[in-house]
């Protein structure tokens, strides 16, 4: 056990809600439609879990090669700047979880098709070139956009397409309020980290646009899901018990109050978790919405 904390610490397990609620809203609208593959739904929910775990151990060991990890951020330790893993092992073990997302990928291209392997080969690729490489797209204030595509649009119409390769509108949609949840996890980290990054020269948009403008972006991504969500279901253009999802807001108006007024470290860290499950709470109530 002391031998795997280090990598349990290195998954971020807080983070993993990410990838996780949008392959159940995926799976919600297939149930409701009639179609949801048992088989479909647990390989795409380990291949998620996957390639999120392995864009975590790549943006810890490439951010700790570029300093960004230093001793002055805050949160909580990262395996490789600790010293706790080395940069080999880390990439070693980038490796093996991308491997194994990979054969998930292969299985449900077989019973989905080839889009299923474009959407797994672009996210691979997505979460190697974020801190990795000669100009990861992190440090260019691009990281938003690339989680908005990737855990939010991709991940929610993705996770529906695997069951009976198709791709409803309905999917489309609630993609867009998964994607602002999900996006409003990394801004709350980046807020948090604002002022180590910029030492840096990692330019996150809560470097660009200053810690007040982080905030600002923050509470607008999280009210936006609510009001997209509302929007979506009252022009009937996803299934109206998807509204459950409003359910979410009591757990978010606390959060976001706290981004918004908080400037320690620890109070940051909490509030990052704390959208998280926010992210998870509302995936998993649209769901079963969608899925009723």
Not at 8 to 36: C, E, I, K, N
Not at 225 to 234: M, S, W
């Amino acid at each position: 056990m002391t031998a795997l904390r280090p990598w349990v610490q290195a998954a971020r397990p807080p983070t993993l809600w990410a990838s996780a609620a949008p392959v159940a809203v995926g799976a919600g609208l297939a149930w409701g439609d009639g179609v949801f593959r048992l088989d479909a739904f647990l390989v795409a929910m380990a291949a998620a879990l996957l390639i999120n775990i392995g864009a975590n151990f790549a943006n810890d060991a490439s951010d700790a090669r570029r300093g960004a990890d230093g001793p002055a951020r805050v949160g909580p330790l990262r395996a490789v700047a600790s010293g706790l893993l080395g940069p080999r092992q880390v990439w070693t073990g980038v490796a093996v979880v991308f491997a194994l997302a990979s054969l998930g990928g292969i299985y449900l291209a077989v019973i989905a098709g080839w889009p299923v392997l474009a959407i797994g080969a672009a996210s691979l690729a997505a979460a190697l070139a974020y801190t990795g490489g000669p100009r990861p797209y992190g440090y260019l204030g691009l990281g938003e956009a690339a989680v908005f595509v990737f855990f939010g649009l991709a991940a929610t119409v993705g996770s529906r397409f695997v069951h009976d390769a198709t791709a409803p509108a309905a999917a489309w949609l609630l993609a867009v309020p998964m994607g602002f949840t999900v996006t409003a996890i990394l801004v709350a980290n980046n807020v948090r980290d604002v002022d180590t990054d910029r030492e840096a020269g990692k330019r996150t948009l809560a470097v660009t646009l200053g810690r007040e403008g982080g905030r600002l972006l923050y509470t607008a991504l999280m009210v936006g899901a609510f009001v997209a969500l509302t929007i979506e279901a009252a022009v009937g253009a996803v299934p109206p018990l998807c509204l459950l999802g409003l359910l979410a807001a009591p757990a978010a108006v606390p959060v976001v109050a706290a981004v918004r007024r908080e400037t320690e470290g620890p109070a940051l860290v909490r509030a990052l978790r704390a959208t998280a499950r926010v992210h998870a709470l509302f995936g998993v109530l649209v769901a079963v919405g969608a899925a009723i």
